[in-house]
């Protein structure tokens, strides 16, 4: 017996000695080789990745280092107009010494981010270098003057210390716009989901961090870029995160004029109108719109394209906040629809016509809609429709009326983000506006009584708390308090109410409840 054990031993040993495979896969786990690499085509195949992961590292890191230091030296700057306007020259002679090595010393940091830096960035470190070394002999001349007991010159060192601020400026812009090309290369050349994903990611965080660099990148060609990757059907699995980063840059100006020069509105009506894409997809389309069509950018513009698509993509929008699940989807589809009734007068019709009012104040009954940032877009949009003939009797028949004195009763002071409060007053704003144009019959102005409408409207206008002080509120529950109360006379508004808040020409009536104490009534 033991002998036929060892004999069936030595057999299964000799078989796995032998079996050519299994000898392989044994002896290449104790063999390596720290250059060996594999080869396909004659590329390395983790050169590309490796290659954009450390531009996007390093990209991000120089541009960090740049914004810190220029921002040190910026508060630099501004000291020393101080100090040269009181004419202390000893300390403005210091503090120039100070600024001049700080300066060298960032320049020597955009080198070291910059391993090559092109001809135009050395010219223009040189020309701040000359103008740090004339700005020297300005204040060693004031410095003298002061010795030889003579009236310093301040203003040749107050100009030079303007031009001085200008070289510099324009240096860091110049330099930060470099390393952000190096992003846009990476979005245009890379094609591994591991490389767009951390540029997009770097994208999406320098943008957060200020308009500047928003504009920066889109001067740089990032727009395009972005555009170009939404464009690529192969890239649809990167396609959120562009969309997402596109928003988030479009926050100014530059950005939507690029959008508008590279025909970004058809190639984002394109994926918005295809249904074939998923939600999360389309619902980044609409945070790019709501951004792209935001009345509260600087030099807003119509976009070219946005109004001759209006109906699809207004389609599109109402489609995602009926059937979306999701409260940021219906937020970013909302807030897209809100903006665009503010572009086209057109656009309320259009809203109607695919039943939007039924399809957002049903909305407000559910969780999708449950946050104040989602209430402001759909009372937005209720305030601006219900001003159309046509579109008032259906935003009464879905219920309009009530979900305006409803939202009409929300509280600052149940809020504490700075955010939520503005929020809450914007609602309160916009739900009395609608509230005044809904009322034009008797009938109207008859429910909101019966609802008890008018002590809530009073309420805002007295008690400051109530409206967080905002004088917008205030305005437009005066209207509203008028509007009520020409059309249908009720006991509920003391004598006191009528003759401050009713009576009396409306500036009148705001002065009296911006200028007297809550305790008034």
């Known amino acids: 017996m033991l002998r036929h054990s060892v004999k069936k031993t030595y057999r299964t040993r000799e078989k796995f000695i032998f ?133 310093p010159p301040k203003i040749p060192v107050t100009n030079q210390l303007t031009f001085l601020g200008q070289a510099f400026s324009r240096l860091v812009d110049l330099a930060l716009g470099h390393l952000l090309q190096k992003v846009v290369e990476t979005l245009d050349e890379a094609n591994n989901p591991v490389t767009l994903s951390s540029a997009l990611g770097t994208v999406v965080s320098l943008g957060l961090e200020g308009e500047h660099m928003c504009y920066i990148f889109a001067r740089e060609g990032g727009v395009r870029a972005l555009l170009d990757i939404c464009r690529t059907e192969s890239l649809s699995f990167i396609h959120p995160q562009t969309l997402r980063a596109l928003a988030t840059i479009c926050c100014v100006a530059e950005g939507i004029f690029e959008i ?177 144009r809904l009322c034009r019959e008797e009938e109207i102005a008859q429910i909101i009584v019966e609802m008890e409408g008018i002590p809530r409207l009073v309420e805002l206008c007295r008690i400051k708390g109530e409206r967080n002080n905002s004088d917008a509120v205030l305005v437009a529950c005066l209207a509203a308090l008028r509007k009520v109360s020409a059309l249908y006379k009720t006991e509920n508004i003391i004598d006191i109410d009528f003759k401050q808040l009713i009576q009396p020409r409306l500036m009148d009536s705001f002065l009296i409840c911006t200028n007297t104490d809550e305790n008034f009534v």
């Not at 699940?325 to 503010?342: C, D, K, M, R, Y």
């Not at 407000?364 to 809609?369: M, N, R």
């Open 19 to 151: 079996d050519p495979t299994q000898r392989w896969l044994s002896d290449i786990r104790w063999s390596t080789e720290a250059e060996c690499m594999s080869v396909l085509q004659g590329k390395s195949l983790l050169t590309e990745m490796d290659k954009y992961s450390l531009n996007a590292a390093v990209v991000k890191n120089g541009i960090d280092t740049i914004r810190d230091d220029s921002h040190h030296i910026s508060n630099e700057f501004t000291k020393l107009f101080k100090y040269v306007e009181a004419e202390k020259w000893p300390t403005v002679q210091s503090l120039v010494i100070q600024l001049t090595c700080h300066i060298r010393s960032l320049i020597q940091e955009c080198n070291l981010c910059l391993p090559d830096p092109p001809s135009y960035i050395l010219e223009q470190q040189e020309t701040v270098m000359g103008e740090c070394a004339k700005l020297a002999q300005q204040v060693e001349r004031s410095s003298s003057s002061v010795k030889e007991d003579r009236t």
């Open 260 to 436: 508008e020069k590279e025909g970004g509105v058809e190639c984002l009506m394109d994926i918005l109108c295809d249904y074939s894409n998923g939600e999360k997809v389309r619902g980044e389309v609409a945070g790019v719109f709501a951004q792209v069509t935001s009345p509260c950018l600087e030099n807003f513009q119509q976009l070219s394209g946005l109004v001759e698509n209006i109906d699809e993509i207004l389609r599109a929008l109402i489609g995602l906040c009926a059937n979306t699940l999701s409260h940021e989807v219906f937020l970013l589809s909302s807030a897209a629809i809100a903006n665009i009734t503010f572009m086209d007068s057109m656009a309320c019709d259009i809203l109607l016509k695919y039943d939007a009012p039924r399809v957002l104040i049903q909305s407000c009954g559910t969780s999708v809609a449950q946050s104040l940032f989602a209430k402001d877009q759909v009372a937005t949009v209720l305030a601006n429709m219900v001003a159309v003939d046509n579109c008032r009797q259906c935003i009464i028949n879905s219920g309009g009326l009530d979900l305006c004195l409803q939202l009409l009763q929300e509280r600052p002071l149940s809020y504490k983000s700075p955010s939520e409060i503005a929020a809450c007053e914007r609602v309160q704003q916009k739900s009395a506006i609608a509230l005044a």
